[in-house]
Structure formats: C-alpha cells, structure tokens
C-alpha cells in the first residue's frame, strides 16, 4: 500500500449511518468476528449515527490513530481507547491507518441512553470514514469500496456489516445466496416483494437500562451452548424460509418466522451456561397484546428483539392508520416514559459535506 504523491496532507470527510435491525439472527461468531450463522435485515433509516473524521497522514507511524475523539460533543475518553485499540487491531487488513491521524466527532439521532444498541450505526458510521479516506488517498485504489466498509463494520461489530447495505442485507455463507460471505454483508432488497421496501419499525423501549450481559458475551456463550449447533442449523433453514416469504409477499410465512426467530435467539440466552434473561415483563406483555390484536384483525403485525428488553414492531406501510390507535393505547404505556422511536426500512448510509 502506497500513498499517492503530491496530495493534500489532511482532509475531512462525513458518514451518517443507519442502525438495522435482523430478521434471522446473528448469535454466535468465530475467529475474527465471523458468524457462525448467516443472517438477514432491514436498513432502518432515523436510528442513525453521524461521524465526521478530520485527518492528517502522519510522520511516524508509532503515533496513535486517534488523536480526539468527541461523542455528541463531549470528549469521551472511553470511547477513544476502545476505538483506538480496535483500529489498532485491524491494521493488518487496513494498513492505511498506520499513516493516518484522526479527529473523530459522532452523534446518534436516537437518544444515546435510549437502550437502542448503537454499535451498528456507529462502527458502520466510523468504517465509512476511513475507507473513504483510503479511497482518496491509495495509489492503485481497486478495492469494491461497500465491500470494504462492510468489512471494516464488521470487524468493529459484527451486525454493523448489514448497516452499509440500503433496505435489506444478508450477511453470511448460506445454503440460499451463492454469493453471500462470511467477510462483508450483501444487498438483497431488490429481490423481494415491494412490500418489504417500505416496512415500519417502531421501536417499543420498554426499559432503557443497561444490557446485564453484553452482546460479545452473550455470543461467546454460544460456545458452550448445548443447542448451539441445532440453533445454526435453523438459522440457515429460517434463512431459506424468509427468502421465499418475502420474494412472494407472503406475510403470514414472513411473521413466522421473524417471531420464531427472536423467541429462539432469546432462548439461546435462557439456556447458556451461566443463563439470562434480557427481558422484561412489560417486553412479554407487548409480545402478548401483539400477538391477540393479530388474531382478531388479521393485520399482519409482528415482533423481533434485539439482544435486550425492547420491542420492535414491524408492519407494512399499508396498515399505518389502522396500527395507530393500538400502539398509542395499547402497547405505549408499557414502555417506558412513552418512549418510542418510528422507523422504517431505510436507503442506507449517506455521505455528509
Ligand atoms: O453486532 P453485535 O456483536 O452487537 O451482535 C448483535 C446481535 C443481534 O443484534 C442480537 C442480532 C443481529 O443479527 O443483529
């Protein structure tokens, strides 16, 4: 790798990138942060983490990559060594950080202690930054820049590798996508019924409070799972079955299994050695009023979790007005202080001037 002569010494570039949330779960990794299942999600579109990255090619190369690093204004130190060490931990794969000094500022849309896990718009946000900056400052650029990105995302946090991709993104060797990869996420939006292009997820937070067992351990308790491989297994048929549902536009067979595989991913976590629980009661009573409102209506509503307490609700475009009242009457006061965030499926990230 060659840094282009006769170029400016220090630049500035912006990425604003979205969060997303999986239909078939990641839960489980290997190696440098590979998974041991393939997974599926939409690219929301308001959750999202805006990074802007001030450089300058350095001299020595001993130096720190991070020179300061600011989250929503304040200097974070926390923040700075965690990313300092990370990037440090990939310049084996991305050897143009060890020329580059730089000034970090982020900021999330969504409130920072809104319990909305913001690793994937914020590793995505940062991973764009600097392979933009490899893009413009490489002799001999030849690299697929998303690819690179989703890779760099991923090594920061496994599930930011889908935030690169607009609407809908698999990531993960599977028995269904022949290109699909262990290394980088891949589009797959234009494949499906229109109808999934244009999917709400609002965002139940029914408690705000910090994860009792953080994602990296929770997958590392995958492996000593006892069910471990049979849950791998059904991850790649649900992968399988997903695809076929939202190819045809068949709703019914998409909430299957979207809700099969929330309930299985927090299933993993009740029955790892030492066992948890990351929901709360109010998170099952959702589920519960989620669940009867669709029985009576037959408006094809559903829900998927995260690896913690909130509640995302899915629906398509079509059924807003309808859903409007049950989620202001029925589901809104079991979060907490109201809280809700409106999503949708989303174009993916976006450059900043
Ligand atoms: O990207 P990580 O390491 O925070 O893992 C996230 C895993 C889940 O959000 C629970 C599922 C997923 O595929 O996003």
């Known amino acids: 790798m060659k840094i282009k002569k006769g170029i400016a010494q220090e630049g500035f570039v912006k990425w604003e990138s979205p969060s997303n949330i999986a239909l078939v779960k990641y839960w489980g990794k290997y190696g440098r942060q590979y998974p041991t299942n393939p997974s599926i999600s939409f690219t929301l579109s308001n959750a999202k983490t805006s990074t802007s990255c001030k ?3 350095k001299e020595n190369s001993q130096d720190p990559i991070i020179s300061n690093f600011k989250f929503e204004g ?9 990313i300092q060490k990370f990037l440090t931990s990939v310049i084996d794969y991305f050897p143009v950080l060890n020329q580059l000094s730089l000034e970090l500022e982020s900021e999330n849309t969504f409130p920072h202690s809104s319990g909305i896990a913001s690793s994937a718009s914020a590793m995505s946000a940062l991973a764009l930054c600097i392979c933009d900056i490899e893009k413009s400052i490489v002799e ?18 496994g599930s930011a590798s889908r935030s690169v991709i607009e609407k809908l993104a698999i990531w993960g060797k599977n028995d269904f996508v022949a290109h699909a990869d262990n290394d980088y996420a891949i589009a797959f939006g234009d494949n499906v019924h229109t109808d999934f292009h244009k999917y709400h997820d609002d965002i139940l937070i029914v408690s705000k409070n910090e994860k009792s067992v953080s994602s990296s351990a929770g997958h590392k308790l995958m492996d000593g799972n006892p069910y471990a491989e049979a849950r791998y297994q059904d991850a790649n048929k649900n992968l ?18 979207v809700e099969r595989e929330a309930m299985s991913l927090h299933a993993l976590m009740m029955c790892s050695d030492p066992s948890y629980i990351l929901m709360e009661p109010n998170t099952i009573e959702v589920i519960n009023r989620v669940r009867s409102f669709r029985r009576e209506t037959n408006i094809p509503v559903c829900f998927t979790l995260d690896a913690g307490p909130n509640v995302h609700l899915l629906y398509p475009d079509d059924y807003t007005d309808k859903l409007t009242p049950f989620i202001s009457e029925q589901l809104m006061p079991l979060t907490q202080n109201h809280n809700i965030i409106r999503d949708h499926v989303g174009n993916g990230p976006t450059k900043l001037d």
């Open 240 to 257: 399988g079955l997903i695809l076929n549902a939202m190819k045809s536009g068949d709703h019914d067979a998409f909430i299957h299994i």
């Open 74 to 82: 304040k200097e974070n130190l926390a923040f700075e060594n965690r």
């Open 55 to 57: 450089y300058t090619i």
């Open 140 to 157: 001999d650029y030849k690299e697929n820049f998303t690819q690179r990105a989703s890779i760099l995302a991923r090594l920061g946090s």
